[in-house]
């Protein structure tokens, strides 16, 4: 089987288990932070979860980039800023921001979530570097490039300012939940995830493949229902929970 061949398997496997992710995710909840329980194995800081978990799709990114005869091609040159824009932050920078005192996040979801980032960094960064058409600089003017680098950068905004909201909750030392407020919390309870949703919503659109489609599937999967648990636990635990405050989409659900 020649590798284009495979890489379409590939995608068409990547999307089916993230469909099968999304219908799992709402009878079972990922076991990290306010979700941890036992009987997921042992665990490790936040700190640590979130370097060992992340740091692999940059390094897998980085590589595929480097050996590609791309290497001078302008859009890829600004996807890939995109790209390390977001995973330098997720793996190296809000790793030792977060105060998370307690080791809350287990092995094996690390694991699964190193696994995922290496298949997503293949699916997404073969394609642009080498499988994918080569796209010269007039993709810059193409309406789906120009409106997937809005929503690109308008979600790592909103993700980027979601996360610092929440960071700010607690002193360093201090463990404990309280209700976040102000800017996308206004409207929903997790603005971070919306955020990083329009992310990879722009990403798919300003690479317009079927790889990068795949990782917008996936990151929805993976973060509608968490969402949603995490709004239905926040009206449980506060009784003065914002009571027009919506899950996920502002005024719908
Ligand atoms: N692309 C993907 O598929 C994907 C998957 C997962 C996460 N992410 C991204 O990774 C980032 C973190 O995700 P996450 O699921 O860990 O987010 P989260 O559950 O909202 O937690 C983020 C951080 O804030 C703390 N925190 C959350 N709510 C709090 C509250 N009410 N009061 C005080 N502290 C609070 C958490 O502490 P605890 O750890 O103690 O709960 C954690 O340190 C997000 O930007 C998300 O979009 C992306």
Redesign the pocket.
């Known amino acids: 089987m020649d590798e284009p061949t495979l890489y379409r398997w590939l995608v068409i496997t990547w999307m089916a288990l993230a469909v099968i992710t999304f219908v799992a995710l709402f009878f079972v909840t990922a076991p990290?932070?306010?979700f941890t329980r036992s009987g997921w194995g042992p665990r490790i800081s936040?700190r640590w979860g979130w370097i060992l978990m992340e740091t692999p799709v940059l390094i897998t990114f980085l590589v595929l980039f480097g050996i590609s005869d791309r290497v001078t091609n302008p859009v890829c040159l600004v996807l890939l800023i995109f790209w390390m824009a977001h995973y330098v932050h997720?793996s190296l920078v809000?790793p030792f921001r977060?105060?998370?005192s307690?080791p809350?996040i287990t092995v094996s979801v690390i694991a699964m979530g190193a696994v995922f980032n290496i298949g997503n960094g293949y699916l997404n960064g073969r394609y642009l570097f080498t499988l994918g058409p080569e796209l010269g600089v007039s993709w810059f003017y193409d309406p789906r490039f120009v409106m997937g680098a809005i929503l690109f950068w308008s979600g790592y905004a909103l993700?980027q300012h979601?996360?610092r909201v929440?960071?700010g909750?607690?002193a360093p030392g201090e463990?404990?939940?309280?209700?976040?407020r102000g800017g996308g919390y206004r409207l929903i309870s997790?603005p971070?995830?919306l955020?990083?949703m329009m992310e990879?919503g722009g990403w798919a659109l300003a690479c317009w493949g079927l790889g990068p489609l795949a990782f917008f599937v996936?990151?929805f999967a993976?973060?509608a229902p968490?969402a949603f648990k995490?709004h239905r636990w926040y009206k449980e635990n506060f009784p003065d929970y914002p009571s027009r405050r919506k899950a996920l989409l502002p005024f719908i659900v």
Do not use: M
């Open positions: 990290y932070g306010r936040a997720r809000y977060v105060h998370s307690r809350s993700n979601s996360d929440l960071i909750l607690r463990t404990g939940y309280k209700i976040p997790c971070n995830y955020g990083e990879w996936w990151t993976n973060l968490r995490t």
